[in-house]
Structure formats: C-alpha cells, structure tokens
C-alpha cells in the first residue's frame, strides 16, 4: 500500500479541510509542536481504512473537532500499481464509500462501513491488527511487534507471508478427507439396508405375481355378472317409481276435480248476493226528494247576507281608523320637533370621538413594533434551542445503539463462556475415556506402541526428506527474478538445500514397518478401542476449537468497539450515562425552545389583534420582559379598541339622529295621506252597504235550509254510486260462475286419464320384478332381490378386487425394486472404494499441512530471515553491541560486550528497545516480497514510524536515518513522525503541520 492523497476535516486539530499529497514522495518527516496534529495524520489514514484507531479503538466521536459536530476522512492509495480511494464520515453511514480507478474513472466497490472495511481488507493482503504492526507504527505501539505476544506475532507473520492459504488448505483437506470416509461409511451402511438385492427374493416375487394374475382374471368375469344384475335392478326401481308417480298424479287430478267444483258453487252464490243487494239500492234511492231549484235560491240568499255582514264591519273599521288618523298627526308633528335638537347634539359627540381614536391608534403602532422585534427575537431563540435538542438527541441515540451492542456483545460473551466450559468439559471426558482405555490395554499393546514410534519416527524421517529432495530439485530449476511458482512473484533470493539419501531413510522405515505388523496382530483389538477413543477426543477437540473460534469472534467484536471484556460492564455503564446526559441535554433544550416558542406564539397571537390598518412603528431595541410587553400591547389594544368603538357609537348615534328626524319629517307626512284615506273609506263603506238592499226571512232560517240541501244531494250522489259498482260486481261474478264451470269439465277429464296411466305403470313394474328375481337367483342366490344387498354385495367385490390388484402391483415393483437394488449395490461398492482411497490420500495430504509441520516450517525460516536481517541493522545502529536472535516464536537479544549473553528484548533501554524495533521493522518492510515468495501475500510499498527518535544520542540517530535511507531506496516511501529537529534537518522532504486559532494547517517544503 502506498498513500497518494490525503483529506480531512474536523478531524481532531484539522476543523477545516487539510489536503496533503504523497505522490513522488520517499524519505520524509513530519514535524510539528507537541499537541499539532502530526499522529492525527496517521490516525485519519487508518480510520479512513479500517473505521478505527489505535489511541481510541472504535470510540472515533473523541476524534471530531472540539465546537465541530461531524469529520471526513478522504485516502487514496495505491496497491499493486492499482488505484483506490476509501471516505468516511462522522456521525452517519451513508457516506462511508470505497471506489477503484479504472480508465481514469472512479468505480464504486462498497457503500456501507463494514463492506468497506472488509474490501479493504481483502485489497491490502491484512486486518487492523496486522496494519498497525507492519505499515503505521503507532505511538506507544511501535515495539509491539518486537515484544508482543509470540502468538499475536505469529498470527500476524502469517497474514503478511499468506500463510493462511496453507492452513485453509489443510483444513479443506481434512474436511474434505472427513467428508469421503463419511460418505464412504454412509455408502456402506445404506448397502446394508438393501433387503432385496438377491435372485432369490425375484423368483419369489414372479411366483406371487401369477398367482394374482389368475385371482384377476376371475375377478374380471364376476363384475361383468354383477353390472347385468345392476342394470335390471335400476330398470326395476325405474319402473316402481314410475307406478307411484301415476298413483301420485290420480290423486293430485282429484284434488283438483273437487276444488273446481267448490269454486262453482262458490261463485253461483256470489250471482244471488250480488243481484239481491242491487234490488235494495234502487228502493233506498226512490226514498230521496231533493230539489235542485230550492238549492240554489236558499244559496243565493246565504250569500247576500255576508256581503252585507263584510259591509257592515267595514264601515266600524273606517270609522276607527279615522280617529287613529287624526291621532297620528298630532303626535307625528311633536316628534319631528324633538328628532330636529337630538341630531345637532350627536354629530359635536362624532367629532370628540374621532381625535380620540387617532390619539390611540399611534400609541398601539408604538406597541404593536416593540411586540414584533420582540417575537421575532424568541423565535430565533427557539429555533437555536431546537437544533440544540437535535444535537443532543443524534448524540443520545448514538449511546444507546452502542448500549444494545455492548449489551448484545456481553450477553454472548457469557453465552460464549458457557458454551465453551461445556466444550472442554466434554473433551477432558473423552480424554479420560481415551486414558482408561489405554492403561487397560497397556500390556497388550506396549510392543505395538513401541514399533508405532519407531515407524512414525521413520515416516517423519521419510516425510522430512522428500520435502527436502523436493525443494532440493526445484531449486535446481529455479533462477533469480524468475516468478514463483506458488504466488507468481519475482524471486529475489534462493536459499541451499541439500538432496538427502531417500535410499537410506526408505530402507529404516520398510524395516519399521515390519516391526509394527507384527505388533499389530496381538494388539488389534485394544488399538480399536483406544483408536475410538482417540476420535471421540478429536471429534469433542474440532467442537472445543469451533467454540473457542466463537469467543475469539466475540472477542473481536469487543476489539472493533475499543472495549476489553473486563471493562465492558464499565462501557456500558458510560455509554449508558452518555445517553441520559444527551437525554437530560436535550430535554433541557425542548423545554426552553416551547418556552420560547409559546412565548412568540403569544405575541404572535396579539399581534393578529392588531388591525391592519395599523402599521406597527419600527423599534430599534426592547428590554422589557415578553409579559410586560404583551400587557403594553394589549392595554394598547384595549384603549384603541375602546376609542374606535366609541367613535363607531357616535356615529351611529349621530346617523341615527339624523335618520330619525327625516323619518319623523316622513311620518307626518304620511299620517296626514292617512287621515285623507280614512274619511274617503267612510264614504266608500256607508254607499255599498246601501247598495246592497235587503233580505226576506230570517237568516237563521235560511241557512239551516240550506244545510238540509245540500245533505240529501250527498245522500242522493252516494246511492248513485253504490247502485253503479254493485251492477258492475254482478256482472264480474256472472263470468266467474261460467268460468268455473268449465274449469270442472276439465278437471272431470284429467281424472279419467291420469287412472288409465297409473294402470299402464303397474304392469311395467310387475314386469320388470319377474326378470330381476330370475337374474338374482341366478347371479346371486336365494333372498330378496333389492338395491340395498346389491350395493353390499359390489362393495364386497371391489374390496377384493382392490386388494387383489394392489397385492399384484406390489408384486411386479418389488420384481424391479430388486433388479434396481442389486444395480445400485454393485454401484455402491464402487463407490465406497472410491470415497475410502480419496478419504486416505486426502488425509495424507491434510496431516502433512497440519500448523506444526510444514506452515511451522514456513514461520520459523520466515523469524530466522527476519531475526538475521534485523540483527546485522541493529549491530550497525548499536556499533556491534547488540543482535537479535530468534528463538521458536520469540526474539531475544545478544549482548556482545557481555559474552554473548542472551536475554529477553524487554530488558532493552526505551532508545535500545526503539532502535531493535527499528531494525525488525526495516527488516520486515525489506524481506517481506521475499518471505512472501514461500506462500504469497503483499509486498511494505510504505512504512510510517511515529515518534520514538527523541530517545536516540546524535550518533545513533546517524545510523537510524541511514538505515532509513537505505530502505527508501527504489518505490518504496518512508514517512516518520517527530519533534527532533536533528531528524527534521536531516531529511529535507519536510511536513510541517503548524498549530492555529481556528485549528491546525499543513505546510510543505
């Protein structure tokens, strides 16, 4: 990985956007005062990788910049020649994203931080682990390669070798060993299960299958007598239900014979009433004597009284209405009078009113402004208010997510635990077995453990010596800067190998195993009961490691959070009280934003009071409290509201006045027209009441005539009517009487012929018995033929048919089960075979890659090359006082001015332990393309050191910048990190990063 283009912001000491470029860069330093920013330019690199930090793990809020609210994060980087560029942003996924260069264009690769991190991954050949330990030291973790934990050294020599590929592949090969011998074991037990694979059980099956054919053929005949017996038994019940049809349909005609009649009686009478109630009309009509002329002379008479009972009343109203006329005027002329003086006083009234109002209106435009500044002002304020809450609650949020993932983490961490003390519970079960057993067997087999040692110990021999044959040979053919032929990289260095004497070793191991056949005959069935023991230990071992790679994984997720497991109960507990402080923050914030906000929506709502013809005065500042201002503005708008309505009320009053004096004016008016009417009506009434003359008799009298009229004309009129619909329903029941009596023929008829039909049924069903009981006891036998017994007796045959036919079905396919079985059982044998010897040589393959042959081999030459290289540096740094050894998974030192003494690395200076970790890291960055040749992985384009050279005298510093130089050599790029000014003027590619008010910058030289 080499770095190309670097930007942040809001990154730690970076608030705005810092850009810094590597391209052509080689050797360079970067220096700065203590507190600048210069590690923060290697934390935002690794971040932008891998989404964390050494210094603060994965708790990267501390990283933002103080007063900022987010940080970015834009790396580009090249690896292989290819180019990439990774962003990431905080707080928020959505902008985490990783692209490849292709033909000038960026190509998207992943969108979301944990795509991106493994893509990352994968592209640089190692983890975050691996990283920080090979590529960007680290304050405070520099030396952690040198003197860390041999198995973290080792996991981590692994990655950058790719020594991975040779584990997977071992575990492929077990696994897929495994997986053939159980197949093989499957094959063998399902051939077992295979009952029919023999000739034998054939012959038996085709002997039962023709003697079902004959049960068939029998069977066959016997439905066809039994479909004839069927077919006249449903011709007979045809037939009878044919009979008491006709029976059914005599009956009904019948029936409707004796209605038919009933409705001709019925309707005989009906003529008789009907003529008879005809014959009383008539009489009760001849009784009525009315007159029509005395009718209308009583009517004419009748009318000539109202008219001159209307003119009569007439006349006293007029006389009335003229002495109210009369009245009127006199009252109407006073009240002009008074409505004259009254409209004078309102108008001066109007006129007051009106200078009042405008006196009030300037005193609420003063109000109304400092009303609006004021509301404008606590809007502002709440809105601030509100983004505060906001924050407070992106910040509340983001704790609790990290408390159900901290939780989540803790819950299976235990769950881990206990999953694994069962594990190895179960595995020192199984190794307690696997003890009984062998010290049971232990007389028995002590000659054959023996000669297995000596064999093994042979086969370990033969094993060493083929793979030194082998590398021997294909070093012969290989040259420097030919590619590997494993990982395709140049080869730059070839190591000696010696061809061995495979004769010899062959010869011991033919000679051992010999030896261990003998052994084997006495001891065969103690070995099996050991060697299931020893699988019951390997197989509860595989669920031990499986259980252990679970709490690895949850140990991982706790590293990817910062957390270590003793301190998880601490991190929950403070992201938990992060949480209420954001929670409480926020909280705080809503209530002074809704105070803040009622507060405007106060004076808000008073304001909307305010007229709009009332223009509010511009203020410039307000200092009274929102209360008193909303008290000044409504007090305004109380006193300006009074004004304006008692301007309103003098208007109307002043109106009115003058509206009451023009309708009094008006009045008089009228009632002088009013009093002119009321005489001329008097007039008017006294000559029509004398134009309508008199009438003789008493109107009593008359009218009671009258009535007597009119009640016989009613009298008259409803006889006429009853007389007409009576003749009308005489006629009607004449029809229905001669309709009814042909309905009665008719039914007469049908009865006659629905009898002759019922006796043409019976024959037929007398018919149709005689044959069915003939073929009854023909077909079935003695009884009484009937549906019922049919059907029992079909029943009766399709079970046996059904079992007949089902039991020959099963005859013929299990004829061709057996065929197919016996195919399958030749097939399954070859298979078997198969599955065995790719179990066998699989397995061979999968012990050989086990981690403590050949990958072991692999790691210790890798330290042995890496510990030689570091220590010739170191000897130079040190002026030949000091070497590095490597000693299985750990690096001691050699103390030359003290004997050669060996001792831990930990022993070393804090300058002594800076420059042994120097050397390693120089080694490791030089070899590494060269290591990697053995299994492939990725060549140190780049190496960042923070810190550490402030412990190193003039001369040894000298000798670091030399060491550095040298490796600089060629593409590789070397950044270094420090406040040395000796180191600074030694390099002349200088970064400077400057502390500011507003954050720190970078400067370039």
Request: charged share 30%; proline share 2%; hydrophobic share 40%.
């Amino acid at each position: 990985m080499k770095p190309v283009l670097l930007k942040i912001r809001g990154f730690t000491a970076f608030r705005d956007e810092v850009s810094l470029e590597f391209e052509g860069r080689r050797l360079f330093v970067i220096t700065g005062p203590t507190g600048a920013g210069k590690s923060s330019l290697l934390d935002a690199m690794t971040w932008a990788l891998y989404g964390q930090v050494p210094r603060v793990g994965r708790s990267v809020k501390e990283l933002v910049s103080q007063g900022e609210r987010d940080m970015s994060v834009l790396f580009e980087f090249t690896v292989r020649g290819k180019g990439y560029r990774v962003a990431r942003r905080y707080p928020g996924n959505t902008s985490t994203r990783l692209e490849r260069l292709v033909n000038e264009q960026w190509v998207p690769m992943a969108d979301r931080a944990a795509d991106v991190t493994r893509e990352v991954e994968a592209i640089l050949g190692m983890d975050y682990a691996t990283f920080t330990r090979a590529i960007v030291l680290p304050q405070g973790e520099f030396d952690s390669f040198l003197r860390g934990d041999a198995k973290d050294r080792r996991g981590i020599l692994s990655q950058l070798i790719g020594l991975g590929v040779y584990q997977r592949a071992g575990e492929l090969a077990r696994a897929r060993a495994a997986e053939h011998k159980t197949r093989a074991e499957t094959i063998r037990t399902q051939l077992e299960k295979l009952p029919l694979a023999t000739p034998e059980r054939i012959t038996e099956f085709r002997s039962r299958e023709q003697a079902l054919a004959k049960d068939a053929e029998t069977l066959t005949a016997r439905r066809t007598a039994l479909q004839a017996l069927g077919e006249l038994a449903r011709a007979h019940h045809e037939r009878q239900q044919a009979m008491e049809r006709a029976a059914t349909a005599v009956r009904e005609a019948e029936a409707e014979l004796e209605d038919a009649t009933k409705a001709f009686d019925a309707a005989a009478r009906a003529v008789t009433d009907r003529t008879a109630a005809i014959e009383r009309t008539e009489a009760d009509l001849a009784k009525v004597q009315y007159d029509p002329t005395e009718h209308d002379r009583l009517k004419a008479a009748v009318a000539l009284l109202e008219q001159r009972a209307q003119a009569e009343a007439a006349l006293a109203s007029a006389r009335k209405d003229l002495e109210a006329a009369r009245k009127h005027v006199d009252e109407a002329s006073a009240a002009q009078k008074t409505a004259e003086a009254r409209a004078k006083d309102a108008a001066a009234e109007h006129a007051s009113a009106e200078r009042a109002e405008r006196t009030a209106a300037t005193a609420l435009a003063k109000a109304a402004g400092r009303a609006t500044l004021l509301q404008e002002r606590l809007a502002a304020d709440a809105a601030t208010a509100e983004q505060a809450a906001s924050e407070a609650e992106a910040t509340m949020q983001a704790a609790a997510e990290r408390v159900r993932t901290l939780e989540q983490v803790r819950q299976a961490l235990a769950s881990a635990g206990t999953d694994r003390q069962r594990a190895q519970d179960a595995v020192d079960r199984a190794r307690r077995e696997h003890e009984t057993h062998a010290a049971a067997a232990a007389k028995t087999t002590a000659a054959r453990e023996t000669a297995e040692r000596e064999a093994g110990a042979a086969r370990e021999a033969l094993d060493a010596a083929r793979a030194e044959d082998a590398a021997a040979h294909l070093r012969a053919s290989l040259r420097l800067g030919d590619p590997c032929p494993v990982c395709g990289e140049p080869i730059t260095k070839l190591g000696k190998h010696a061809a061995p004497n495979l004769a010899r070793v062959e010869a011991a191991l033919e000679r051992a195993e010999s030896k261990l056949s003998e052994a084997r005959a006495s001891a065969e069935r103690a070995a099996a009961t050991v060697a299931a023991a020893a699988a019951r230990i390997e197989e509860t071992s595989g669920q031990l490691a499986a259980v252990e790679g679970h709490v690895a994984s949850v140990h991982a997720q706790l590293e990817e959070h910062g957390v270590k497991p003793d301190g998880l109960a601490r991190a929950v507990q403070a992201a938990q009280a992060e949480a209420e402080r954001g929670r409480e923050t926020a909280a705080e914030q809503r209530r002074a934003a809704v105070g803040h906000r009622e507060q405007a929506q106060a004076l808000r709502e008073a304001l909307a009071r305010v007229p709009a013809t009332i223009e509010p005065t511009e203020a410039k500042r307000v200092t009274a409290a929102p209360e008193s201002v909303r008290t000044d503005l409504a007090d305004a708008l109380e006193v300006f509201g009074a004004a304006q309505a008692a301007t309103r009320e003098a208007e109307r009053e002043a109106t009115a006045a003058a509206n009451a004096s023009e309708a009094c004016a008006r009045d008089s008016s009228v009632a002088a027209r009013d009093l002119e009417k009321a005489e001329a009506s008097i007039t008017q009434a006294e000559q029509r009441l004398a134009g309508l003359g008199g009438v003789e008799g008493e109107p009593e009298r008359i009218r009671a005539d009258l009535a007597r009229c009119e009640q016989q004309q009613r009298q008259q009129r409803e006889l006429s009517e009853s007389l007409a619909s009576g003749r009308a329903a005489l006629a009607g029941a004449e029809a229905s009487r001669d309709g009814a009596s042909g309905t009665k023929e008719k039914a007469a008829a049908a009865v006659e012929k629905r009898r002759a039909e019922c006796r043409d049924a019976e024959t037929a069903a007398v018919e149709a018995r005689t044959a069915l009981a003939a073929s009854w006891r023909t077909t079935i036998g003695d009884g009484e033929p009937s549906l019922r017994a049919l059907k029992t007796e079909m029943e009766t045959f399709e079970v046996e048919r059904d079992r007949v036919q089902n039991e020959l079905t099963a005859a013929r396919l299990s004829i061709e089960q057996a065929a197919t079985q016996i195919e399958q059982a030749e097939q399954m044998r070859k298979d078997a075979e198969e599955h065995q010897s790719k179990a066998n040589l699989i397995g061979a393959v999968g012990t050989d890659l086990r981690g403590d042959r050949f990958i072991a081999y692999l790691l210790h030459e890798s330290m042995q090359l890496l510990a030689a290289d570091a220590s010739n540096r170191l000897s130079d740094f040190t002026n030949g006082r000091y070497a590095l050894v490597a000693e299985e998974d750990t690096f001691l030192v050699m103390d030359h001015l003290n004997g050669d003494e060996l001792r831990s690395v930990k022993t070393l200076s804090g300058g002594e332990t800076f420059l042994a970790s120097l050397a390693l890291a120089l080694a490791l960055s030089e070899h590494l393309p060269e290591i990697s040749g053995t299994g492939g992985a990725v060549s140190l384009d780049s190496l960042f050191l923070d810190e550490g050279f402030g412990a190193l005298d003039a001369e040894a510093l000298d000798l670091a910048v030399q060491g550095l130089e040298t490796l600089a050599e060629g593409s590789r790029m070397i950044g270094v990190i420090s406040h040395v000014e000796e180191l600074s003027e030694r390099l002349p590619d200088r970064i400077r990063v400057e502390k500011g008010s507003h954050g720190s910058t970078v400067v370039t030289a």
